[in-house]
């Protein structure tokens, strides 16, 4: 496999072989030039290694799936910012549209009576909950339990700790990938997690 690393295969050179041969050790080299780079402007924006990780993959994702009709007028480095900013966004809205489905559910559930079953499965989820959020930093717990066991509003949270909105939804979207790893292989289906949390306080 050809090495491209050296600074004589430039970023347009890398970009043509791409486009007219499917290169893929081209393509991965352009990855391992600028996943650093955009992966950490990423986590400055969504706060989340995981979140960052995953858009900076679908940004490359879609270039190599559009290389053929991409042209790039400006340098590489300057198209893959611009197009990482717009990848932010639609995280941004992709995790919106996943908490509104969250509230729905909630609302939902919350108008049924749960069984004596519901009811007991719902306490053992709750204590395993509790003691999730027990490793977590102690602003991100407090935030944490603020929203999802107290029902308190970001705006509510950030003036009953002091802090700001966005600190606020900092906190929660870390909590929240803590729980997400918690839980993972354990067959728990996160929205039914997000469902538990908010019933009854007993």
């Known amino acids: 496999m050809e090495n491209y690393s050296s600074a004589s295969w ?5 970009l043509d072989l791409i486009r007219l041969e499917d290169n893929r050790a081209a393509f991965s080299e352009l990855y391992l030039r600028y996943w650093k780079t955009l992966t950490n402007a990423a986590f400055k924006r969504l706060k989340s290694e995981e979140a960052a990780e995953e858009a900076v993959q679908d940004l490359f994702l879609n270039l190599y799936m559009r290389r053929r009709e991409i042209m790039i ?7 893959l910012k611009t197009a990482l900013k717009y990848q932010i966004f639609k995280t941004y809205r992709s995790q919106q549209a996943h908490y509104k489905r969250i509230d729905k559910i909630i609302a939902d559930q919350q108008i049924e009576s749960p069984t004596v079953e519901e009811t007991l ?3 053992m989820l709750r204590k395993r909950i509790y003691e ?3 490793r977590m930093p102690d602003k991100c717990r407090e935030v944490f339990l603020l929203s999802r066991y107290d029902q308190l509003s970001h705006k509510d949270i950030a003036e009953k700790l002091d802090i700001s909105v966005s600190t606020v939804k900092k906190h929660l979207t870390k909590a929240m990938n803590i729980m997400r790893k918690e839980f ?3 067959q728990m289906d996160l929205l039914a997690f997000c469902v538990f949390i908010a019933v009854a306080r007993t």
Not at 10 to 14: E, F, R, S
């Open 10 to 14: 430039t970023d347009d050179i890398l």
């Open 73 to 79: 007028t400006s340098s590489l480095e300057a198209y």
């Open 184 to 186: 993972n292989g354990h």
């Open 132 to 134: 999730v959020a027990g």
């Open 121 to 123: 499965d719902n306490k």
